[in-house]
């Protein structure tokens, strides 16, 4: 607060803005009902195991390193607070973005550079889609996020349940609208599989199989085999095309060099 107050009017005031107690609140004789508890749908039971499967809490302090297309990554996370940071060179010059808490800068050569809006959210939206794969499904646990469960499928003669995510407008991101599927092994309940579909630069189609998982410090990374379908494919076709080798390869998505900080 910018103007001075005193002692006595802050004890006034934090005295008079303390919530009653249950016994100050109910009316004589009258017993209080108690608070409903929101029950989780299936989609989020799923997705909760999967989040147990690939690390659960140790997401919430997590703090590494790696390497991803010869770029150095990091991530630390301290419950709801972030920092993020990609490091790389070009023609001779040290660029480090920096994402802390969604506020993005730039430096060149240890030198803080001004960005223009439409830089700062490209750079901002490459950061966070590098960590949002390298940390799944951690991610999924935030807010804007909407699943449901789907009918269930067997990729490669194992059963999956299929996770339909899905981004709410507010809090969702610039590509709120861009749909996901998410295929998680019955046995291990981890993510073996994933889709999406966007709508930028003409949009797109993707599908990727997990493959060198390993677990460093208590959390699991994958690296993915990433196919492209042809757009307006519908995602709950991919497993399918997939297994009858239709889907083209496009790139692998590697984190190399992984390493806890702490």
């Given at each position: 607060m910018k103007h001075f107050l005193t002692t006595a009017l802050l004890l006034t005031l934090a005295v008079s803005c303390q919530s009653p107690t249950p016994e100050?609140?109910?009316?004589?004789?009258?017993?209080?009902?108690?608070?409903?508890?929101?029950?989780?749908?299936?989609?989020?039971?799923?997705?909760?195991?999967?989040?147990?499967a690939h690390g659960d809490d140790r997401y919430e302090t997590a703090n590494y390193s790696f390497i991803f297309r010869k770029k150095n990554y990091t991530f630390k996370n301290d419950g709801t607070s972030y920092r993020y940071s990609v490091s790389s060179e070009k023609d001779g010059v040290s660029i480090?973005?920096?994402?802390?808490?969604?506020?993005?800068?730039?430096?060149?050569?240890?030198v803080a550079t001004e960005l223009s809006a439409k830089g700062i959210a490209k750079y901002t939206e490459d950061l966070n889609s590098v960590i949002y794969f390298a940390t799944l499904p951690h991610k999924l646990l935030d807010p804007a996020v909407q699943t449901a469960l789907?009918?269930?499928?067997?990729?490669?003669?194992?059963?999956?349940?299929?996770?339909?995510?899905?981004?709410?407008?507010?809090g969702g991101g610039t590509d709120h609208d861009d749909n996901f599927r998410y295929w998680i092994n019955w046995k291990t309940n981890q993510i073996d599989y994933l889709a999406y579909d966007y709508k930028t630069s003409g949009g797109g189609v993707r599908f990727r199989s997990a493959y060198n998982p390993r677990v460093v410090?208590?959390?699991?990374?994958?690296?993915?085999?990433?196919?492209?379908?042809?757009?307006?494919?519908?995602?709950?076709?991919?497993?399918?095309?997939?297994?009858?080798?239709k889907l083209e390869e496009l790139s692998r998505i590697e984190t190399e060099e992984v390493?806890?900080?702490k």
């Open positions: 100050q609140s109910a009316a004589p004789g009258i017993e209080t009902a108690p608070v409903p508890v929101k029950e989780k749908t299936d989609g989020e039971k799923i997705l909760g195991d999967a989040v147990v480090v973005d920096v994402l802390d808490n969604g506020k993005l800068t730039r430096t060149l050569d240890g789907l009918d269930s499928t067997s990729i490669s003669g194992k059963p999956y349940s299929t996770l339909r995510v899905q981004f709410a407008k507010e410090s208590g959390i699991l990374f994958q690296d993915y085999v990433n196919y492209k379908a042809p757009v307006g494919t519908s995602l709950d076709s991919l497993p399918a095309l997939f297994e009858q080798g390493q806890s900080l």
